[in-house]
């Protein structure tokens, strides 16, 4: 067997890193593969955060009776949307809450993930709407990131964060939080004080 050469060596770990990272990408953006969703389990869906599926039932919407996903927002149950079970533009919109495992990874990877600020106000608020739509929960926690940075800055400096970059973080925050609190099983407003523990706890065992 040959002498393996440098070169050799950092590509393999190189390329173990980057399927490493899309792997996650792929878990954090859709959660787990699903086919079918079952009442009484809770989903996310799109921007509209976290959703209880109440109901399948028959409905006739568009002239003819289908099976319409019933969902009910977590924190605004007197809301009601309705998704065809067979219209996959919007069923695609619909992933799995997060296990504990990949909340610890995603926690894990906050440090490390880049901010993605756009200086275009425009472009910005459309990317921003993207990436909540997306259910991408490395996005949105780079959007998170990028916000609350932003707004520490301006507050130094005596400014605001613009009106739409405020609603932008705050539904962020509201979208990531309310799903760690569901599965970790603990309270929205202690999800950051949780993040940040884990933060310290994880730059303690693995120092740079």
């Given at each position: 067997m040959?002498?393996?050469s440098p070169v050799d060596v950092s590509a393999f770990f190189i390329k173990a890193f980057v399927d490493k990272i899309t792997a996650l990408k792929n878990i954090f953006r859709r959660g787990t593969v699903r086919i079918m969703f079952k009442i009484d389990e809770t989903v996310n869906y799109s921007s509209c955060g976290l959703c209880k599926i109440a109901d399948i039932a028959k409905k006739d919407f568009t002239g003819k009776n289908e099976d319409y996903y019933?969902?009910?927002?977590?924190?605004?149950?007197?809301?009601?949307?309705?998704?065809a079970v067979n219209?996959?533009?919007?069923?695609?919109?619909?992933?799995?809450?997060?296990?504990?495992s990949q909340i610890y990874e995603l926690i894990k990877a906050m440090p490390d993930e880049k901010e993605i600020w756009i200086d275009n106000d425009y472009v910005r608020q459309s990317k921003y709407k993207e990436i909540l739509a997306s259910g991408d929960r490395l996005e949105i926690v780079r959007m998170i990131k990028?916000?609350?940075?932003?707004?520490?800055?301006?507050?130094?400096?005596?400014?605001?964060?613009?009106?739409c970059d405020e609603n932008f973080l705050r539904e962020a925050e509201a979208n990531l939080y309310n799903e760690?609190?569901?599965?970790?099983?603990?309270?929205?407003?202690?999800?950051?004080?949780?993040?940040?523990?884990?933060?310290?706890?994880?730059d303690i065992k693995d120092p740079v």
């Open positions: 040959g002498d393996v019933v969902l009910k927002p977590v924190t605004q149950e007197n809301l009601t949307y309705y998704v219209n996959k533009s919007l069923t695609d919109k619909m992933y799995p809450t997060l296990s504990k990028t916000l609350y940075s932003r707004k520490k800055r301006r507050v130094e400096k005596g400014k605001r964060l613009m009106k760690f609190a569901l599965v970790l099983d603990i309270k929205p407003d202690e999800v950051l004080p949780f993040i940040v523990s884990n933060i310290e706890v994880s």
